[in-house]
């Protein structure tokens, strides 16, 4: 007799064998930025589970969130053998989901991807240990067990071109991408898959070893994009890495991932905004792209259509031309379940969007908000920016729609189901959680995700020739397009009378020393994303800060942490 607790079924989204301590994390985790794809611990100083190793635990969370790039370092982790034994969700999840695929598909590195109702997963949250099977998880000794499901493949169906590209007719790349897209297809629900007229590819930044394996297995294969295809912010200044002393041993491999990816038919872009190069994706239009901030503006401000591809099935969409039709392709997939209702003062500055973004994302963590409160105010394109941005980095959700003022907010604002009110006491709190640190700055960080000839044009004015602090580096990270534009207009020649060095290629989360100054302990930066992400990934102090306060910081080598003028004020 079988004296097991039977609980509600589960989902084995990715099946396998796995056994190990379980490590429940209460909150969603983005792993890229949030996890040490060196040594699966977390990284991420403003998670509940700071410090805590995932390697080798069956790792229980709601969702993921942040960058699509967590795919890339959970294969990171399978490579080297750090990788969690298995992960468990309480919903939907699709970035570790995918780089879990990618393990198995390509590398034969099995990791259990389980997906339980809200019973199972309480009941096992309590437990200590568990052992997977394909067919079921046993908890604590074989007490508890939680019966498992194949995910359903039937309810796919594929066109003539999806069934020639999985026979092979089109190459072996083509079959292996279109094999990944239809995995991913299957636990999204999707029905059928959606032509997409371009890309953008995230994974070509290098996180470590596995990037640059994969992109060089899909060459070997034979890969080729499709359809045209953009490409994220790499990790290096591709012309000018080697004077600027970055090591042999990361420059070399990080240059030969960004050569692969050109070589395989994308645009040497090198921007984690696509959204300002020429030609920008138009409203409806169906797009394939990754990286998150960018999928957040093309589906919220653009009115785009495009999931929240993690990085891997980016590249596999470019190959194919074809994206499963689910989540933001979708109407139902962009519609408002959530109220976010913003108190914000009438004199709020652009400081205010990536503070409303970041709240955003808390309060609407696993679905798209309608945030409302705003409509009197007349954001400009950066503002929206730096509200997606910062919004991505605390929330899986591939949208947002602000009421009067982003383009599908009343005709897909449906019914949402609650609403969550962030008073001025909560951007108050807000604020202080990204900005304490102390007075004394040594790097003022620009450009995450890449700064617009706007964005650099006001900081030159603001400098206006005068000299920086010697204490103080100023950094403007920027797409190859900005730096020409500010080039010509001589943007470029008053940053460079004050001292401030304006980097192409790459951005703040994949930026490392020597280019990161070695001597900064202190960082302000007017990026949410980075205010958030930066401590863990350069293990500096890294506060959130007006611009005013970037230009006093550059020119004094101070700025203290308070709150900007028009949330210290009474509104």
Sequence with gaps: MNSAARHDNGIA?????AAGPIVVLSEALSFWGGVDPATGVVIDVHHPSHG???????????????????????????????????????????????????????????????????????????????????????????????????????????????????????????????????????????????????????????????????????????????????????????????????????????????????????????????YSLPDPPGFGEAIGWSESNAVIFANSVLGARTAKHPDFLDFCIAVTGRAPRAGAFLDEGRRARRVVRIDLPENASSSAWPLIGYLAGLASPDRIPLIKGLAKTRPTRDDLKALCVAFGTTSAAAML????????????????????????????AGWRKLSSGPSDVDLVAIGSPHASLDECRAVAERLDGRPLAKTVAVIITAGREVVAAAEADGTMTRLRESGVDVIPDLCWCSITRPVFPEQAKVVLTTSGKYAHYGPGLSGCMVRLGTLDDCIEAALTGIAPARLPAWLAGPG
């Design 52 to 274: 805590v190793s995932l390697a080798g635990a069956v790792v229980m969370m709601p969702s993921s969130r942040g960058s699509c790039s967590g795919s890339g370092v959970l294969l990171e982790l399978a490579l080297s053998g750090r990788n969690p034994a298995a992960l468990i969700f309480a919903g939907p999840e699709d970035t570790l989901t995918l780089g879990a695929i990618v393990a198995s598909e390509m590398f034969g590195r099995h990791i259990p991807v389980i997906r339980l109702s809200e019973g199972a997963f309480a009941a096992l949250s309590a437990a200590t240990d568990a052992t997977i099977a394909p067919d079921g998880i046993w908890a604590n000794g074989g007490r508890v067990r939680i019966p498992l499901s194949a995910t359903a493949h039937d309810d796919l169906q594929l066109s003539l071109a999806d069934h020639r590209m999985l026979a092979g007719a089109e190459g072996i790349a083509a079959r292996q991408a279109m094999r990944i897209i239809c995995a991913m297809a299957c636990q999204q629900g999707a029905t059928d898959l959606i032509d997409v007229r371009r890309a953008h590819v995230d994974g070509c930044i290098y996180a470590g070893p596995a990037n640059l394996i994969f992109a060089e297995k899909m060459e070997e294969l034979g890969a080729r994009a499709r359809v045209p295809t953009t490409m994220n912010a790499i990790s290096v200044d591709y012309a000018n890495w080697r004077r600027q002393g970055v090591a042999h041993d990361f420059g070399e491999p990080a240059t030969r991932l960004a050569d692969a990816y050109v070589r395989m038919g994308c645009q040497a872009s090198f921007t984690c905004a696509p």
């Design 13 to 17: 989204v990715a099946p396998g064998n």
């Design 401 to 428: 729609h602000v009421e009067g003022i982003t383009p599908e907010a009343e005709s897909l604002s449906g019914t949402p189901e609650d609403e969550i009110f962030v008073t001025r006491e909560d951007l108050a």
